[in-house]
């Protein structure tokens, strides 16, 4: 099974809302992270949070980590067309590995 | 200038055919990555080689077999193609073999096996 799976699969929101993706995983981690992919592109990372961290920003993304509970969130402030786009998260696991396992993403259509 | 190239970006080829796809980095990093991409999306990593050393090598069928003449460029060649090989082949770089640092991808090769 699959270490990270992201919820809800699928979101369609209006521009300016806000919107929030959350990620659960099983097994401790070394660090979280997410990243975004447009239709037709590649993966672009957006932000890399430690297992020892909570809460990391940038610009308009906040993301949340709590460990106890094995889940991550993303959350995207005031949202506009062009993040209309699959996001991901990848978790690196703990205890010294070195490759990322990518949960199965959220969909996210942010509608004018 | 793009980061992480690759070529082609679409590949359309018959069953059992033998093709090879092309990963260019110009970022200087020493790691480098092929990951799968199936039809639901699910990303999957297949090889990773630190400065021409292989250093992940999942459970992938050994049709494939990739290639680093340096550190700059990770090629994937693929034997006696099959139609579950369909996929999108996303090349990747990163600038630490342990996972510590993100992760540049490039855009993508589609291959569709008729």
């Known amino acids: 099974s699959q270490q990270g799976e992201e919820d809800p699969q699928a979101l369609s929101i209006q521009e300016g809302e806000n919107a929030t993706m959350n990620c659960s995983y099983k097994?401790?981690?070394?660090?979280l992270q997410w990243y975004r992919q447009n239709s037709g592109r590649g993966l672009v990372h957006l932000i890399l949070i430690r297992s020892n961290e909570r809460e990391k920003h940038s610009g308009r993304l906040r993301v949340t980590l709590d460990t106890s509970k094995k889940s991550s969130s993303l959350l995207i402030t005031a949202s506009r067309a062009a993040d209309t786009a699959s996001y991901f998260c990848?978790?690196?696991?703990?205890?010294?590995?070195?490759?990322?396992?990518f949960g199965t993403g959220t969909q996210l259509k942010v509608e004018l | 200038d793009t980061a992480v190239s690759q070529t082609p970006k679409y590949l359309v080829t018959q069953m059992g055919n033998d093709k090879s796809i092309k990963c260019e980095q110009n970022?200087?990093?020493?790691?480098m990555y092929w990951y799968k991409q199936d039809s639901k999306k699910f990303l999957k990593i297949m090889f990773s080689y630190n400065n021409k050393e292989l250093i992940i090598n999942e459970t992938v069928p050994n049709r494939f077999s990739p290639k680093s003449p340096d550190k700059a460029h990770l090629n994937l060649h693929i034997n006696s193609l099959e139609l579950g090989d369909s996929a999108v082949y996303f090349c990747?770089?990163?600038?630490?073999?342990?996972?510590?640092?993100?992760?540049?991808f490039g855009d993508g090769t589609r291959l569709s096996i008729l």
């Open positions: 970022l200087g990093h020493d790691t």
């Open positions: 990747a770089s990163s600038a630490a073999r342990d996972g510590q640092q993100p992760q540049h």
């Open positions: 990848a978790t690196l696991l703990g205890g010294g590995g070195n490759k990322l396992t």
């Open positions: 097994t401790s981690i070394n660090n």
